[in-house]
């Protein structure tokens, strides 16, 4: 069948077409004709016994915190897919929602780091096939984000986006539609809660239940200097006596921990800026800097990334869905210029 035939049969019958951002920490899809199909961890539980698929998504999360007899499983890693089997399996089972009788295979656009190596893009694309795409249109992480930030993309004027994730920081700087400059560093919010856990063991002798380090850093935030100490309450494991307990952790301890992960973050920023052509720098003060993701909830950022790079720093709307809103704005563009004909259909 030609692509002008394929595209005629496929507007006759409804096929959807999918938008994905398949994240570290989650996972956003969405369908056109049927909207936001999944916002929910990018998980999947095994069941111990058999090694079969239990749960994906938020019920493996809930398997994982409750039940004994699963095995939780992470197809990411660092923004990128680092276990096909597991992202298929759980791109599969979301997308089984749809209920689509598969006539015709929806066709998809999917999010990628800008930093991602050959093998970490053809590992996403073809995840995304075996969930069950024909063909999988890759588009840069922070342009989607761009967009769905509400950026006029194809201004003249270049403009800065980062997308602060769980497992990666994208830069990025946008003039004409085009990305002029990125970069990105594999550290990100996975990183501060990594640095809590790790000081709370070390100095309270305390393993931190999951989830706990994560609710911590939501607590304090990215202090730009303590206003005094504080503190916070947690719970865990006892290293010594094993038993769980509640303990109060100090701010103090928290902050010292996360400051290196904060510095990288923030350092990458300002040496992209630093290294802007001066008409670019001079157009991106302009408009300052963008910021998406779940990073961009954390508390005092916009501050800290303001004084270090002396540009006006603010969140996008949304920030978490500005890299899945973007994509599905895509959709509507892809399917009127046939975005897809260029890549392999299977
Ligand atoms: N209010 C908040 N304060 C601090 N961190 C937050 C807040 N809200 C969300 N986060 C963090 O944001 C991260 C999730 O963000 P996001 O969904 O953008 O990541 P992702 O897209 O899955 O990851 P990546 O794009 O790096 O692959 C989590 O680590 C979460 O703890
Ligand atoms: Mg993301």
Redesign the pocket.
Known sequence: MSIFDQRNLRKLVGCPDIAI????????LYATGYGMIADEP?MVSLAQETGAIAAVGREAERLATFGNDFTPVYP?N???VSDIDAAASLLRHLLERLNWPGILRPRAIA?V?TDACEDERQSLIEATQRAGASAVFLVP?PLAAAIGAGLEISSPYAQMLV????????IAVIRSGQLVTTAAVRT???D??VAISDIVARRYGISLFPHEA?RL??RL??PLEMAGEQWFFAEGIDQNSTRHVKLRVSSLDLAEAIEPVLKIIIEAIHQTVRDLPPETSCEVIEGGICL????????G?CQRLSLATSLDVHTAPD??RA?INGARQMLAVGAETNLWQHVAWQ
């Not at 602060?164 to 920081?169: A, E, H, L, R």
């Open positions: 951002d398949l994240g570290t920490a989650n996972t956003r990018s990411l660092s923004g990128v999010c780091p992480e997308d602060i994730g769980d497992g990666v920081t994208d990100a919010c996975s501060l809660h994560q850093t939501h935030g990215s998406t993701g779940g990073g961009a909830n954390l508390r950022i920030p978490m890299v």
